[in-house]
């Protein structure tokens, strides 16, 4: 796999890859697609509500993306109360769920970046969960999507791969429950 396969497909199989997912009919024409994919010792159920986390912090670099104040480290009772249209790390709306499963999102105001949508789901294997995501993008015509393709995949693999191992380490941690021992 080439360095540019690595950042548009991190951690993910050519079958996960080919998989229909629900960002697939949020953005059907979409005109590209990165995964991103991890094991996690944890059932899926805990690993969903890890995803509902995000409704209130990107769990990447926080000092980038959240300004500057630390993800939460424990659960916090309610977020896996979802409903249509909630917002997700501020700059998303959730499309899209399946309570246990996934959480499909769509970025709420194109503008500078193109339309996309991304779906993170919580699939059951041995041992525990396989955690994927897709991020479906619609580029646009022009010089500033061209650019934008040439540096989001690789922009995207950094933020997500820190996401995703951040969401993985916190599942697989027993003592992350919510204060009131919640475990869902």
């Known amino acids: 796999m080439s360095l540019a396969e690595r950042f ?30 991890v094991d996690v010792a944890a059932p899926p159920a805990r690993v969903f509500r890890w995803l509902c986390q995000l409704r209130v912090a990107p769990y990447s670099y926080d000092w980038i993306d959240n300004g500057g104040r ?13 409903e249509l249209g909630q917002p997700v790390m501020r700059i998303f709306e959730l499309v899209n769920f399946a309570p246990d499963e996934s959480l499909t999102l769509r970025l709420r105001r194109p503008g500078l ?9 919580a699939l059951p294997r041995e041992g525990g969960t ?11 015509p022009g010089p ?17 791969r820190k996401q995703l191992l951040e969401l993985k380490r916190l599942a697989e941690t027993p003592d992350t429950l919510s204060a009131r021992g919640e475990t869902r």
Not at 19 to 35: F, I, N, S
Not at 70 to 82: A, I, K, M, N, V
Not at 113 to 121: E, N, T
Request: with cysteine; hydrophobic share 40%.
């Open 113 to 121: 970046f193109p339309p996309l949508a991304v779906s993170y789901v």
């Open 8 to 37: 548009h497909h991190w951690g993910s199989t050519p079958e996960e890859r080919t998989r229909a997912l629900p960002c697939d009919d949020v953005l059907p024409d979409a005109t590209e697609a990165y995964h991103r994919a």
């Open 144 to 160: 500033f999507d061209r650019a934008l393709r040439a540096f989001l995949p690789f922009g995207d693999w950094i933020m997500m």
């Open 70 to 82: 630390r993800s939460p480290q424990q659960l916090t009772p309610g977020l896996e109360d979802l």
């Open 130 to 140: 396989r955690l994927l995501a897709r991020l479906a993008v619609r580029y646009r």
